[in-house]
């Protein structure tokens, strides 16, 4: 899978990303100095804008270029270098197998411009905000460095589950093509037989199973977006209550807890953001593996 990453956009794509974060926090910096706020916040905000918008216009192509490379390895490795006789033994036309790796060169786009920046991000900005924050606030430094840990182990838990279903949908899936696409092969057949009305309700039974896989894989995402969320809301809503009963003892500056609450969600936005991009990623690797079983 990451042999077909054209790793100089990749690379590109995280230090823009990176570039931008630290520009958004160094204008929160200034906004917390409400005092002494100048042309450098506006200089930063343009820059975080600017770093933003290029990481976005190279993941899109970092997306498009790896899928080009995946269609040609595919187009080489089923097109060329098997013959069809041994394609047709391993029971798979070649109608239906074009279709499985167009299918699969999609859905692995998305784990290109998407999951790969993503997994990336969110490794390295909260180490960054956490090495600030250490600096900033002790007792902050400590709630988002273990609930910082919770959002990933709540992802692998969830992951697991959703893994499951995935491939539980792409083999309904898989059912579903090989008898459409039989059906469109054996019509004149069917017809013949009088078969049309018993095939007609075969191939809803089928998808009808598909539709309540892929309900299921939604359920499964919603879910996992919802624990992300929860955890978040809650960590964060931990951090400012902390922060205010401090504020109110006089035990902390109103500057410091101000910078210490600006600097608390962005924090958890690239885990938030890998999270999301995660259940992409699972049905892209179940669909890589499905299809070097051929």
């Not at 910082?148 to 279903?165: E, S």
């Not at 892929?214 to 931990?238: M, P, R």
């Amino acid at each position: 899978m990451n042999s077909f990453i054209p790793k100089k956009l990749l690379a590109f794509t995280i230090i823009c990303e990176v570039l931008s974060r630290i520009a958004l926090l160094f204008a929160l910096f200034q906004i917390s100095n409400l005092t002494k706020m100048g042309y450098e916040f506006f200089i930063a905000i343009f820059l975080f804008a600017l770093f933003h918008f290029s990481a976005q216009k190279l993941s899109l192509n970092l997306g498009g270029v790896a899928k080009k490379n995946l269609r040609a390895y595919f187009q080489n490795k089923f097109l060329n270098t098997l013959p069809i006789q041994d394609r047709a033994q391993k029971g798979m036309p070649l109608q239906e197998l074009s279709l499985h790796y167009m299918k699969t060169a999609d859905l692995m786009e998305p784990w290109y411009s998407r999951f790969l920046p993503s997994a990336y991000i969110a490794a390295i900005v909260p180490i960054i905000i956490l090495f600030a924050m250490f600096f900033i606030d002790k007792l902050t430094f400590i709630i988002l460095f273990f609930t910082g840990l919770l959002l990933p182990l709540f992802l692998f838990l969830i992951g697991k589950i959703a893994k499951q279903k995935s491939e539980e949908q792409w083999q309904s899936f898989s059912r579903l093509r090989a008898f459409f696409l039989e059906s469109l092969q054996g019509y004149k057949t069917i017809k013949i037989f009088k078969k049309v009305k018993e095939r007609e309700k075969d191939l809803e039974i089928a998808e009808n199973e598909f539709s309540k896989k892929t309900l299921t894989v939604l359920k499964t995402a919603f879910l996992s977006a919802l624990v992300q969320e929860w955890a978040g809301s809650l960590s964060i809503a931990l951090v400012a209550v902390g922060l205010a009963l401090r504020l109110m003892n006089g035990s902390i500056e109103f500057s410091t807890a101000f910078l210490a609450l600006l600097l608390t969600p962005e924090f958890y936005r690239p885990i938030r953001q890998f999270g999301t991009a995660f259940h992409t990623a699972i049905n892209a690797k179940t669909a890589w593996e499905k299809i070097n079983d051929y």
